[in-house]
């Protein structure tokens, strides 16, 4: 799964990589959670469009915000058939730009959180999902979620899943390509290009914030 991601890229590096004319604006974060706004890449008429939206999906039938809080990721592979995701799979697919994700690891000592960071990229580029729902006052949310698959080798002592990571040449399949294409793109990132390394436990509470939050702990680089 992914629980917990940063996102502290310089905004202009950020424009670069998704080739946009505008770049966003927007202070490092360190300990992104869900039901935050998220900055997410989305398609806009002929072109793509930077954009924050709430962090938990809500899909247009759902009666409050309260179901977004679990559907924060959508599994890769079932996500073409559940009714939460289908239509947005379809329709409203879009990227999650972020720094590094942190994923919790079972040893006998506790829970270890540790980030998980490329080598060869500014940032990963989440495959996602985004919706609209109207509230009964009228306002309307906008949401997100992330997609997941199974885990690469270097992710399976960590976790059984990981995020489906996008490479730069595949964005413009993933945002507006057939669905069989958008499809094989759910697949695990290469373990190659990314690196993991153990950080201190404060990162466990969402309203810590800062960058010692991917430091290393002592003793690792």
Aim: charged fraction near 20%; hydrophobic fraction near 40%.
């Amino acid at each position: 799964m992914c629980g917990r991601y940063f996102l502290d890229t310089l905004p202009e590096l950020l424009a670069q990589q998704f080739r946009a004319h505008k770049y966003p604006v927007y202070p490092a974060r360190y300990n992104i959670a869900p039901t935050q706004q998220t900055l997410i890449w989305r398609q806009h008429g002929d072109e793509g469009e930077f954009a924050w939206v709430r962090w938990g999906l809500v899909p247009h039938w759902a009666k409050d915000l309260a179901i977004g809080q679990k559907l924060i990721n959508a599994r890769g592979e079932s996500v073409r058939d559940k009714p939460a995701f289908r239509a947005a799979f379809k329709y409203r697919r879009c990227i999650v730009p972020a720094s590094g994700f942190y994923e919790w690891q079972a040893l006998s000592s506790g829970k270890q959180p540790m980030a998980i960071v490329p080598l060869d990229q500014a940032i990963f580029a989440f495959a996602g999902l985004w919706e609209h729902w109207t509230a009964p006052d009228g306002s309307v949310v906008e949401s997100q979620c992330i997609l997941t698959t199974s885990a690469n080798h270097l992710m399976a002592p960590i976790h059984d899943r990981m995020p489906v990571i996008l490479d730069p040449r595949d964005f413009a399949t993933w945002m507006r390509g057939p669905l069989p294409e958008a499809e094989a793109l759910i697949r695990p990132y290469t373990e190659t290009r990314m690196r993991a390394y153990p950080v201190g436990r404060a990162v466990g509470n969402p309203r810590n914030e800062g960058p010692e939050l991917i430091q290393a702990v002592a003793g690792h680089p």
